[in-house]
């Protein structure tokens, strides 16, 4: 069995979480989004704190994920950096530059006012 097989969402965002702790991402949120939408199991939200350590945790998240499961995640907005999109089935992350992430407010569109802090 390759891990990819053996991989639950719970592992994918322990994977994820882990990732971004790494990399120095901060006010790191996880969204459960079961019975909420089919867009996935969970969502993660993250801020960098330029667009270059932004673009950097979107990079190095996308390389572990292929590395440790084999999953090729699709990645949006990493030219610009000011807003990153990685989703890997399960799981979609957003990695933003804190003023990008207070502007658009996902935690309180999603599930307001019970975004789980990590």
Do not use: C
């Given at each position: ?27 790191i ?5 079961r ?61 933003f ?22």
């Amino acid at each position: 069995m390759t891990a990819l097989q053996n991989a639950t969402s719970e592992t994918l965002l322990a994977a994820v979480l882990k990732s971004l702790d790494d990399d120095k991402g901060e006010d790191i949120v996880q969204i459960n989004l079961r019975g909420k939408s089919e867009i996935g199991d969970y969502m993660v939200i993250a801020s960098g704190r330029s667009t270059r350590q932004v673009t950097a945790m979107a990079e190095k998240l996308a390389d572990r994920l292929k590395q440790e499961f084999g999953i090729i995640s699709k990645t949006e907005g990493k030219d610009t950096g000011d807003w990153v999109l990685i989703d890997t089935g399960d799981i979609i992350v957003h990695i933003f530059r804190p003023e990008v992430r207070e502007f658009y407010q996902l935690e309180k569109m999603w599930q307001p006012g019970t975004a789980t802090a990590v």
